[in-house]
């Protein structure tokens, strides 16, 4: 079934924008891990990242909320420890 609005197989779609002094090494490694990846044709999640001034801006589209949720969560790890909780541990 086709969307009316053109999204085609994806159902989910996720900005994540990394910035400031803080963000500085997370957004490095993050435009670091994204430009590795291999382009896969047909695959069911797709990122793509760039840089922006003082971090780095990251695009997700996927089939699943849940795959997109656990690369939101793979890119946000680091966060637990900031807020000494992990935010993903559990469901609201």
Known sequence: MVS?????????FAMLLLAGEPMRTHAADLL??????????????????SPVAGGALLRIAGEEVEAVGRELHHHLNF???WLGDDPWARKW
């Open 79 to 81: 966060a637990a420890t």
């Open 32 to 49: 670091a891990e994204i430009g590795s990846r291999p382009v896969e044709r047909g695959a069911s999640l797709v990122c793509s990242a």
């Open 4 to 12: 009316a609005h053109g999204t085609g197989r994806f159902n989910c």
